[in-house]
C-alpha cells in the first residue's frame, strides 16, 4: 500500500527527470541518452522552428568590462516569476508577520476571526482572477496586479509559518525586558521581536515564493500579453510541446522546487503546509 | 502609516486611539496597528474586487456594472447543462476527497507509527507534490497512463493490446488519479500532524491486553484521529473544489472552476463567468463555516 502510493506520487517524477535527456520517449524505456538538446530548446538556448514557445532571454544588467559592456543575460520568464513571486512575499512581510504577531501576543474580542480570516485561503485563484479582471481592468494584466493578487492567495502560509514561530517563543517576557530597558514599543517589536522569529519568517518567505512562482489558477485568468510567469510556461510545454521538451521544462521546476525544499530543511522546517489548492 | 492616518481622521476615532491614556488603549491600538496591513490588502485585493465581480453579475450590462437583473442566476439554476456542471463538481470531489483521504490514513499511520528505514526521506518524497501546480499534476498522470505513459508501456508490451487501447490519461479515470496526485499529499500532511500527537500508551496496553492490530487501529487509534479525519476530509474536498489547471491538460469533465474559464473565453460572458465566481465563494464560504461549527474538526483553520 505504501509503496504503491509512494510510488505513483514519486514514480512519475523521477521518469520525467530522466525522459528530459532522452530524445524519444516512445516505447517502455526513452531513448537516444544522453542529450541536452531538450534543455537548451527549453531554455532557449537553440533555435527552434517554434521559437515562441521557449524561454526568451533578456538583459538583466550590463557589466563594464575593459571599456566594452558585457551583458548578463537571463531567461526572461524565470527572472520575471523570480520577481513576481518576490513581489508578493514582500507584501506577504508587511502584511503576514504583524498579524501573527497580534494574534499570538494578544487577546481581544474577535480573536478568533481575525485568526481564521488569516490563515483561511477563501478566494481560490479562478474566481480572484474574474474579480480582478472586472474590479482592476487596466491593472488586473500589469506585474503589479499580479503581485498584489499572490500576496493575498498566499498570505495564509506566511501567516501560518509565522504563527507557530511566535506560539513558541515567551513573547510577554521578551516584551517586557526590552520594554523595562527603554525600548519604545515598535522598537521593541522591530529590532526584537521580530529578529527573534527570523527562522519562521524566512521558512514562511520560501513557502511563500515557491507557491506564488507556481500559482497557475490565478496567472491563467488575468495574464494579457508579454512575458508569461514560469507556470504559464509549463503550461504552454504541457500542452503543446512534444513529450521529451515538456519533460524538461517540467524538470526545470522540480529543479527549483528540491532546491527550495533543501533550503526549507536547512532551516529545520517540517516543509509545506497542507492547505492550499491549485 | 499616511493612508491610515487619513482614515483615522476622516472618521471620528474614539479617544484611545489618538490620545491613549491607559495600557489598555495603548494595547488595543498596537493590536489596531499589528492588523491594518493585513485588513487593507483583504480589502484591496479581496472584498473590493469580490464586491464588483458580485455587481457585475447582476448587471445587464456586459461591460459596465448597471440595472439589476438576476438572469444570470436564473441561467446558472435553471439551465440543465449549469447544473449539470455543478453535479460533476461535487461528485467529483467528492469522490476524490474520500478516495485521497483513505489512503492518506494508513499512508500518515505507516509513516508515523512504524520505524521505517528512511522515513525522513519517505515524508520529504510524499510531501515533493505539495508544491507542483495542477497542470503538472495532471502531466505526472500522463507520464504514467497517457498514450506513450510508462504504465501504458508497460502493459502494452506484456499483452496483445496496442498502448492506445491501454492508455486512459485522457479519460475521467485519468482525471481522478490527477486529482488524487494532489490531493493525497495534502491529506498524508493533515493526518500526520494529528498522529504525531496521538498518545501511544493506550495502544500498547490495547495490544498487551491481547487486541490485534486491526481491533487496536479501530477502537483506540481511529477515535483519537477521528476529528483529524474530519478536518482532512473538509480541506482536502475544498482543494477538490479550486482544482483547474489539472482540468486545462485533461479536459475530460467540465466542472465549475473549469466553466468559469470557458464563459471568459470566446463570447465573452463576463456577467455568467461572475454568477459562477459569486456562487462559488458562497459555497465555499459557507461549506467551511458549517464543516467548523458544527463538526469536531481539529484544524482551526
Known sequence: ?278 | MSVAGRLVDSVTAPDWLLTPVTERDRERRRILALCLPFAVLAVVAGAYPLAEVARISVSTETYESVGFTLAAYETLFTDPYYRGVAVNTLWFAAGTTVTAVGLAVPLAHALEKYDLPASDLLVTLVSFPISLPGIVAAFMVLVLVGNSGLVTSVVAAFSTAGPLDVAFGTTTRGLFLAYLYSMIPRATLILRGAYAEVDDCPEEAAQSLGATPFQTFRYVTLPAIRPAITGALVLTFRTALAIFGTLLVIQSLVVWTLQISRELGPGYNLRVAGAMAVAYFVFAFAFTALALRYTEAEVGL
Request: glycine share 8%.
Open chain 1, 1 to 278: 500500500m505504501l509503496v504503491a502510493t509512494v510510488a505513483f506520487l514519486i514514480l512519475p517524477v523521477v521518469y520525467t527527470f530522466a525522459g528530459s535527456f532522452a530524445t524519444r520517449m516512445t516505447g517502455v524505456v526513452p531513448q537516444g541518452f544522453v542529450t541536452l538538446e531538450n534543455w537548451r530548446v527549453v531554455l532557449g538556448l537553440a533555435d527552434t522552428i517554434g521559437s515562441q514557445r521557449s524561454m526568451g532571454w533578456t538583459t538583466l544588467f550590463e557589466l563594464p568590462l575593459g571599456g566594452r559592456a558585457l551583458g548578463v543575460q537571463v531567461p526572461a520568464e524565470l527572472a520575471f516569476s523570480v520577481a513576481l513571486a518576490l513581489g508578493g512575499v514582500a507584501i506577504n512581510l508587511v502584511v503576514g508577520v504583524p498579524i501573527a504577531y497580534a494574534v499570538a501576543r494578544y487577546d481581544f474580542p474577535g480573536k478568533e476571526w481575525v485568526d481564521a480570516f488569516s490563515v483561511l485561503p477563501l478566494v481560490p485563484g479562478v474566481v480572484l482572477g474574474v474579480a480582478f479582471l472586472r474590479a482592476y481592468p487596466n491593472l488586473s494584466a500589469t506585474s503589479f496586479g499580479l503581485i498584489v493578487g499572490y500576496s493575498l492567495l498566499k498570505a495564509p502560509f506566511m501567516v501560518m509559518a509565522v504563527r507557530s514561530e511566535f506560539e513558541s517563543m515567551d513573547l510577554r517576557r521578551l516584551e517586557e525586558s526590552a520594554r523595562s530597558l527603554g525600548a519604545s514599543w515598535p522598537r521593541t517589536f522591530l529590532t526584537v521581536v521580530v529578529p527573534q522569529a527570523r527562522s519562521g519568517i524566512l521558512a514562511g518567505a520560501i513557502i511563500c515564493w515557491t507557491l506564488a512562482a507556481a500559482e497557475f489558477n490565478f496567472s491563467y485568468i488575468v495574464y494579457a500579453k508579454g512575458t508569461q510567469p514560469l507556470a504559464l510556461f509549463l503550461q504552454r510545454h504541457i500542452s503543446n510541446s512534444a513529450f521529451p521538451q515538456a519533460a524538461a521544462a517540467v524538470s526545470l521546476f522540480f529543479c527549483i522546487v528540491v532546491a527550495v525544499t533543501v533550503a526549507l530543511q536547512r532551516l529545520g522546517n517540517r516543509g509545506f503546509d497542507a492547505i492550499g489548492g491549485d
